[in-house]
């Protein structure tokens, strides 16, 4: 699909980045990204995405805003409290870009849900705390072949991977059942989930438009309390419930 004058107007200044241009622009108009909660990381990704110019967005979040959700998703305002979090979301991405494709889902991604809302984008970005609903996206991204850009944190660290299925580990390579620490409140600031969401949204530029070299197979883990930044490879399991070879027989995936 090719850029209106609109179009180059506003995305000049990305457009001149090398092995960007013109044809990545146009990558990007054409492709369509599902944020599963658009809260504290899922608010900045969906942000910057509609900022970079991604045609369509499909944001899933059940629930309404409560105060203790402003000092981190970026999305919500005061002036919405106890009003749904998709409406407040839609309505600011639409401020930053008319042109934008929203669908809002007022759900949280769930097993029963995860299969059509995988099949209306081309890649995902996972923001969701618990596991449950992290395994659900990870299980029909590996079935439906399509990549998923995996952020987390917890207190003033971060982490993220980018799984491209039948090439790199998917998230039941990494933690085969669900971490018992992990909890849907945790401490954090704004500006540590703002730092993934950010470093999510740009993985999900780089996948859609062949940009650079993603995180397949590598977790970035990220500690702001010292800024110390690590990779570290990470390999897929032979034995994995998802991606493994007996899910493979089983046609699992
Ligand atoms: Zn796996």
Redesign the pocket.
């Known amino acids: 699909m090719s850029l209106t004058d609109e179009e180059r107007a506003v995305y000049e200044w990305q457009i001149w980045v090398p092995g960007f241009g013109e044809t990545g622009q146009e990558k990007l108009k054409d492709s369509s990204v599902l944020v599963s909660r658009v809260g504290g990381l899922g608010s900045v990704v969906a942000y910057e995405l509609a900022a970079a110019g991604i045609g369509r967005l499909v944001l899933a979040h059940a629930g309404n805003i409560k105060p203790s959700d402003l000092n981190r998703q970026l999305l919500m305002t005061h002036a919405g409290l106890g009003q749904p979090r998709v409406t407040s979301a839609e309505r600011r991405l639409r401020e930053l870009n008319p042109r934008l494709e929203i669908l809002p889902v007022g759900e949280n991604l769930s097993e029963e849900n995860a299969a059509q809302l995988v099949g209306e984008v081309d890649l995902v970005v996972d923001c969701a705390p618990r596991f449950p609903e992290r395994f659900a996206m990870n299980r029909q991204c ?1 079935r439906q072949g399509k990549p998923l850009i995996e952020c987390a944190m917890y207190d003033m660290e971060a982490q993220i991977t980018t799984i491209l299925p039948g090439q790199s ?5 990494l933690y085969p059942e669900d971490p018992p620490a992990w909890k849907r409140e945790f401490p954090v600031f704004g500006a540590v989930s703002g730092t993934v969401g950010c470093l999510g949204a740009m993985e999900a530029i780089k996948v859609l438009s062949g940009l650079g070299e993603p995180l397949a197979g590598t977790l970035l883990t990220c500690d702001l309390r010292n800024m110390t930044f690590h990779r570290r490879r990470l390999l ?2 032979p034995d ?1 419930d ?3 070879d007996a899910a493979n027989d089983r046609g699992v995936s």
Do not use: K, M, Y
């Not at 580990?169 to 390579?173: A, E, H, Q, S, T």
């Open positions: 590996v580990p998917c998230l039941g390579c897929r399991q994995c998802i991606c493994g």
